[in-house]
């Protein structure tokens, strides 16, 4: 197949990299005490706007820049790292194939397979796949199969690779964001989470990323043109700021007084509308009409009192999601800055447990 693999092979020294529309983020986890994780480091870099436009790397040097930073912010000893691709840059595709395939027969099975839904030709994807498991009958296993444009994939290689880096894994944010959420599903309230519906909500700038699992398996995902970015222009707008000073003015907190009452609140109202309308058109097109829990991750569910006005607005019991609640911190990184950041690590966090895949 390709060079570069989609998923990627293990490696035991790896940091997660997360690269999006506002910043550049970095999770290392290490094992911990008594069988648990430990975070070592964890690094949330500002890029500038339009470094990154819908999904893709639009400013090169913008980008390699704001690596840099980054790991001279984490200090040294980084090498191998994790990256995702946005869902928008990747086909998926589950197919079934015969159990106990030898891995060549896999791989032409695969490509054949592709060939028949891929939009372009083969020798212009990275092509990869995953077996996900049996499918209930002894003769079957259900794969995953993954394919990228080419360029985009070389895009973020090549941007970690002009920093002195390794991408030994090229992962999927919402696979990513995904594997994060099993260390959420355990701070669920009641007994236990399996066979409960639960909607995870990735408010980021630009988009939202609305999805349902149960047992940890998707059963629906859509995306909304909904974010933060929203809150940013009103700020800028009504305080005459620039763009970027009314980011950090919003993430520091320092604004006028009437901004909670006249900006921040009627945003959270717009959140949680947006939110109850994607539960709303989950429901009209599937064959289910309740949930049973909200899960907020993304940079915008750090806002406090967000997931109680969610919360109320829906009538479902919605938490932020903290996806090192049961992990040990090193005191250099900062256990309460992490407190504060942690839903905006979800899929920074996913990739840094690609380090333990077994
Ligand atoms: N403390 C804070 N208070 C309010 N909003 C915040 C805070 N911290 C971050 N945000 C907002 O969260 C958004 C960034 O979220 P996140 O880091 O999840 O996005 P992203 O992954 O870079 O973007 P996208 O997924 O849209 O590409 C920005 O709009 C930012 O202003
Ligand atoms: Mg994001």
Redesign the pocket.
Known sequence: MTDISLFGSKSRQLAGL?I????I?LVELSNGDRGGLRVERFVIEALPREA?VD?NIANFDAVTEGVSRTLRRAGSGLRNVAIAL?ASAVFTKKIILPAGLREMDMEMQVESEAAQYIPFALEEVNLDFQVIGPTGSPDEVEVLVAASRKEKVEDRVGAVEACGLKAVVVDIESLALEAAFELVARQLPGASSDGKLVALV??????T?FSVLRNGQRLYAREQAF???Q??QDIARQYGMSPDEA?AA??S?GLPEDYAVDLLQPFMDSLALEVSRALQFFFTSTQYNEIDYLVLA???A??PGLATVVGARTQVKTIVANPFANMSVTAKSGAKKLL??AP?LM?ACGLALRRFDA
């Open positions: 997360d999006s529309s506002s910043s983020k990154v999904g946005p990735d408010i980021g700038a630009a988009v990323n974010g933060g970015k809150l940013t980011e919003k993430r907190g993304g940079g915008c750090v806002i504060a950041e905006s899929v």
